[in-house]
């Protein structure tokens, strides 16, 4: 079983930034492609960024095209995801996910593994 954890979510306000992080442990090898995906109250879990990590190709929302984006450090079997220019609709539970296959799918039921989620709350 893959685990996942997330860091790096807080209160920011208008126009900040933020760097996200997931930790991935156990069986990594299994894992060929992971994203972040966000959950705002009421709302359903929407795709985020994608990276491959077989091929390094990236996917974006568009709705954070150009103020997103996500990286990863193989050495460390960390994640990331640094935002730049946050709006307050961003505010939501931010979550990794890793699924074993490199495509990018941009539904959550094409991801094989979760993390528990953090935080992520932008002020106006």
């Known amino acids: 079983q893959v685990q996942l954890v997330e860091s790096g979510g807080g209160l920011v306000q208008a126009g900040g930034s933020l760097r996200l992080s997931c930790a991935a442990s156990?069986?990594?090898?299994?894992?060929?492609?992971m994203a972040w995906f966000r959950q705002a109250p009421g709302k359903e879990r929407e795709f985020v960024a994608a990276?491959?990590?077989?091929?390094?190709?990236?996917g974006y929302a568009d709705s954070v095209k150009g103020r997103f984006t996500i990286s990863r450090d193989s050495a460390k079997n960390t994640l990331y995801l640094q935002m730049n220019s946050l709006k307050p609709e961003a505010t939501a539970v931010y979550y990794c996910?890793?699924?074993?296959?490199?495509?990018?799918?941009?539904?959550?039921?094409?991801?094989?593994?979760w993390g528990q989620g953090t935080q992520v709350t932008v002020s106006s």
């Open positions: 990276i491959s990590l077989i091929h390094s190709r990236t």
């Open positions: 996910a890793a699924r074993r296959f490199s495509e990018l799918p941009t539904v959550p039921i094409g991801y094989d593994y």
């Open positions: 156990s069986r990594t090898f299994r894992i060929s492609a």
